[in-house]
């Protein structure tokens, strides 16, 4: 070797000896071998990558060998070429109502008003005592589509007071006991409500929106120790199919306490935006309060009510239903309080959430919206649900940034009457989500659970495919109106996020955000219409910790 080149390799070789022997940064964990779906707001691709996570959040991520190289973990996990998607996050469910709906009678499916009775016999059976109470029935799915009166409930229940809702909570059954407790055994006027009649003028037992609430202020709550269980139990429901993060909308301040308070036990994991209930007196201790964020809870957010359901026609339309031409719904909000209540919340710093369904309280609450934020902002007030939307109306979304919040396997449940209830020309304007997601630029996705199921895997093939579990319509429902994957998986992440002004912590798989992660067996995005909905989820991490495996 000459003299210059042994004089270059000399002088080379610290520079060579640090570049072989570089030190590896710490990590807590390190999850490889995977394919990811990292929806941070670009086009998602379906890259192997790689996620080194420490201290709860996410410390890099890229392709497996450069993560591998640079990081080393006490902790890797080979995902076997699985799928790593963000945390699941439902933007619009009921937590603490399915959490207590599991104490009561299931009556979700029953075939016929039969099915209910059976059901209600054998839970008293081993529940002897107290109010008997449940939800599910859908008077919609049985021959003949009528609702259920109480003469047989009172047949078997005489002196115990029992009081069902319907599956979407607008509506319920109750017993003569139960009426009778809540002096309600004769029938009279309820503002934003109705008591439906019997042919002699008696109270059929079915009471609609305003009476359904009047009478469930009678039936006594869970204890705290009850309530505690059975949400800690029923996070674990969510963990199972992916859900990191839900959406509470509509809780009494107390509720939102109690969430608090499980957070900081730690024996509540899962995430939590929580809605307080737009009433009294939930309005006055959250605006005294102010908005509250901890890193697992997000309290800034007040919830209102403008309309009822479409299944019990207590959704507020502009024109009357097609299938009783004499009523149009109900609309519960005094315009001048409500319009009070809105500029307290916008005052207070609070994010605003209206329930509508039909297209008059949609239009109601728009054009309120619009004029208390008086142009294009960033307060992300939201419709909830916007089942029926006027096309005249969808410009005032955007005028308003106002952000539609929409619930996918509502449009497959109800598919099956809400032509009768709409008639054939406005259906049109009903489920319109590819028409939302045009007006402001993301669509938040949710359940509704315990209204719908709570799994997120029906709510994204409702979104994309629009039929039902057994694949009907075999074309679709309005398939014209569908989201693409990749829109119905930001329903679900990112954009959920951002609704939620949660954008900066989770939503995506990007650094520095908490490491909450789902991992699956198949890509929803390329696999097969029918075999979405028999996705599996390997794993759930929240916080870069594993609270799900599944057992396979």
């Known amino acids: 070797m000459s003299s210059f080149f042994r004089f270059l390799a000399m002088s080379l070789l610290p520079f060579i000896l640090t570049c072989c022997h570089f030190k590896s940064q710490h990590a807590d964990l390190i999850l490889h071998n995977a394919v990811g779906l990292v929806c941070d707001g670009t086009p998602i691709s379906t890259d192997k990558i790689a996620?080194?996570?420490?201290?709860?959040?996410?410390?890099?991520?890229?392709?497996e060998r450069k993560i591998l190289n640079a990081y080393k973990a006490e902790e890797k996990i080979d995902l076997k070429q699985a799928v790593v998607y963000p945390g699941l996050i439902d933007a619009h469910a009921h937590f603490t109502g399915y959490a207590l709906s599991k104490l009561e009678v299931d009556l979700v499916g029953s075939a016929s008003y039969d099915e209910v009775l059976t059901r209600l016999e054998s839970f008293s059976e081993t529940h002897s005592s107290g109010w008997l109470s449940g939800r599910g029935w859908d008077q919609n799915k049985w021959s003949p589509s009528t609702y259920p009166t109480r003469q047989r409930l009172?047949?078997?229940f005489p002196s115990r007071p029992v009081a069902i809702r319907r599956i979407d909570g607008h509506a319920l059954l109750a017993n003569s006991a139960a009426l009778r407790i809540a002096g309600m055994s004769d029938l009279r006027f309820i503002q934003g409500g109705e008591m439906i009649a019997l042919e002699d003028g008696s109270p059929s037992g079915v009471l609609i929106d305003g009476a359904a609430d009047s009478l469930l202020l009678f039936i006594p709550p869970h204890d705290g120790p009850t309530k505690d269980?059975?949400?800690?139990?029923?996070?674990?429901?969510l963990f199972a199919?992916?859900?990191?993060?839900?959406?509470?909308?509509?809780?009494?301040?107390?509720?939102?306490?109690?969430?608090?308070?499980l957070h900081r036990t730690g024996d509540l994991h899962i995430r939590v935006v929580a809605m307080a209930s737009g009433t009294q007196p939930n309005l006055d201790s959250a605006f005294a309060k102010g908005p509250h964020?901890?890193?697992?809870?997000?309290?800034?957010s007040i919830k209102f009510y403008m309309d009822g359901s479409l299944g019990s026609r207590g959704a507020a339309l502009l024109a009357p239903y097609s299938d009783r031409p004499s009523h149009s719904g109900f609309i519960f909000q005094d315009s001048a309080e409500f319009r009070a209540n809105l500029d307290l919340a916008y005052a207070r710093g609070f994010q605003v959430a209206t329930h509508c369904i039909g297209d008059s309280a949609v239009r109601n609450v728009l054009n309120l919206y619009n004029a208390v934020l008086g142009g294009q902002n960033d307060k992300r007030w939201r419709i909830e649900h916007a089942q029926v939307v006027s096309p005249s109306d969808l410009p005032l979304f955007s005028s308003g940034s106002i952000i539609p919040s929409v619930q996918p396997t509502h449009a497959t449940s109800d598919m099956y009457w809400a032509g009768e209830r709409l008639g054939r020309n406005r259906i049109r304007t009903a489920y319109i989500y590819r028409d939302l997601q045009n007006a402001i630029g993301i669509l938040p996705l949710g359940t509704d659970m315990p209204v719908e199921d709570i799994d997120p895997r029906k709510t994204f093939y409702a979104a994309t495919v629009r039929k039902d579990s057994k694949g009907f319509p075999a074309e679709g429902y309005h398939i014209d109106q569908s989201l693409t994957r990749e829109s119905a998986i930001y329903g679900m992440t990112l954009w959920a996020a951002i609704a939620n002004f949660h954008e900066k912590e989770v939503g995506s798989i990007e650094v520095g955000k908490w490491a909450d992660l789902v991992v699956m067996d198949r890509n929803l995005l390329t696999v097969d219409p029918d075999q979405i909905?028999?996705?599996?989820?390997?794993?759930?991490f929240v916080s870069g910790v594993q609270v799900y495996q599944s057992s396979n």
């Open 51 to 63: 996620i080194a996570i420490e201290n709860g959040k996410i410390l890099a991520v890229g392709p």
């Open 154 to 156: 009172d047949e078997l």
């Open 229 to 237: 269980a059975a949400l800690i139990q029923a996070q674990h429901d």
């Open 241 to 261: 199919l992916g859900l990191t993060t839900v959406v509470d909308a509509g809780l009494d301040v107390s509720d939102i306490r109690r969430i608090d308070s």
């Open 293 to 300: 964020r901890s890193d697992r809870l997000i309290a800034q």
């Open 533 to 540: 909905l028999g996705a599996k989820t390997i794993r759930t």
